[in-house]
């Protein structure tokens, strides 16, 4: 049986060190930039293309692939995967950060809206 996502379990937090670890982040982001003057060249856009070319390069790892050897990958292959996986989250936090976007919030909203339009089929 397939979970039932309403605002109840998608609001349940044992802990919220997933907020608390995303915003550490993104704060360590925004000193990263600031320290090297960057932040002229993080606008919206050049953040979303930045992301675009990281998701990219993260899907290039997966290129000519077949599923069962992109399930089974070896662990010098998953830490070159974990690289990418993390510019990408990093292109993300800082995009989200500079349009004032809370990650975590959008997410639940998203997965409320994909509930409802794809629901779970009864039991």
């Not at 293309?49 to 899907?59: I, R």
């Not at 662990?75 to 349009?99: C, M, P, S, W």
Request: proline share 5%; aromatic share 8%; hydrophobic share 45%.
């Amino acid at each position: 049986m397939g979970m039932m996502y309403t605002r109840a379990t998608l609001a349940f937090r044992p802990r919220n060190f997933v907020n608390t670890d995303l915003q550490q982040l993104t704060q360590a982001l925004r000193e990263f930039a600031s320290a090297r003057n960057w932040e002229e060249f993080h606008s919206p856009k050049n953040l979303a293309s930045a992301l675009s070319v990281e998701a990219a390069e993260l899907l290039e790892h997966f290129q000519w692939l077949t599923e069962a050897q992109s399930r089974n990958l070896p662990a010098d292959k998953r830490a070159e995967i974990g690289t990418e996986i993390a510019d990408v989250l990093l292109y993300l936090l800082q995009l989200a950060d500079k349009l004032g976007i809370d990650v975590i919030e959008a997410a639940r909203g998203k997965m409320l809206v994909n509930a409802r339009k794809y629901p779970a089929p009864p039991a």
